[in-house]
């Protein structure tokens, strides 16, 4: 099977699985760190661990695998960095480390259904290194999913909306039917009285409303747009006044300047080939329903390519990755 498209974590791993060179696994623990430090808003240190693991590979031919994901990182880096400072005030005061409040203090709107790897919390109150299932997590918490990790989360309250991510992702949380989604991909669903939810990625806001339970997929672009695909309901993604209708199977890009045009994938290949769906140990509660609209797209679709979407390059122009037949 030919890969194209994956994400940049999960690119840089299998690349250094495959190699025993020290100076690679030295490398890789400066890019995790410059992600976290990212993620963190400290994005002037994080430059400067990035700019050490560039220094590292200045030998190494500019094709090379782990040169090229290094420079797109920095890449991502400086634009987070020159949007962060055009933000307002209150929100830098709300990163603020010197302002945490102690861990008794923290709020409970989402409980931890399942969680492997290592996740951690932070912002607003103490920071927690060590979470668990079934413990408790406030709005304005900061999560980070390191690679191997996952989590899925679901509030309390009743909206019913549930956020499962895996393989390196970090992602605020804003409020019941609310989040920031700074990196990684998601699958999140609503299966209670408000069909709704407001996402927001480093250069998109987005919201997505449904009359009848939903559940979708996200992903974070290198360009700080959002791909979306429907798996369950119909959707309606607006964006500043555009706006897209989706069905399961259906995807889009959400970009700065609106919506790409649809594309149809194959919810069977979802099914098998996703980490947000097979790497917890409990599937989605969704999951029979999926399987349902899976075998109900196969029995309309007679001859097709099975295809799994990439990153988006512009409007028109993506990256595919077509499933061969064994």
Known sequence: MRTVGVTFFLQLICFLTASSNPAYLAIEEL????????????????????????????????????????????KIVKGRSLVARYQSGKLRAYSDPNALRPLED??????????????????VWESRDELSGGETLGVGRRVTVLPKGGIELTALGKSGVSIRSVQAASFDILGDTSFALHSGSYVMHSLG?????VLKSPLVDLRISSTEPFALMV????????????????????????????????????????????????????????????DFE?????????RQQAMMQALRTRKRFRTVVGDVKGNDNFELKVLEEN
């Open 31 to 74: 890019l995790i760190q410059g992600q976290e430090l990212a993620d963190n808003n400290q994005f002037s240190d994080a430059l400067k661990v990035l700019n050490r693991a560039m220094g590292s590979l200045k030998q190494a031919p500019r094709s090379h695998p782990l040169r090229v994901e290094t420079e797109k990182l920095i």
């Open 219 to 278: 992903g974070i672009t290198t360009n700080g747009g959002m791909k979306v695909i429907c798996l369950l309901g119909e959707i309606k993604l607006n964006k500043e006044g555009h706006k897209i209708s989706l069905v399961p199977g259906e995807l889009s890009f959400a970009l700065p300047d609106g919506f790409s045009r649809k594309m149809n994938v194959e919810l069977s290949t979802l099914l098998v080939t996703s980490n947000l769906l097979t």
């Open 193 to 197: 009285k408000e069909h709704e939810l």
């Open 106 to 123: 923290e709020t409970r709107e989402f409980t931890i259904n399942q969680l492997f790897g290592k996740v951690l919390a932070r912002k």
């Open 282 to 290: 409990q599937p989605p509660v969704f999951l029979k329903k999926l």
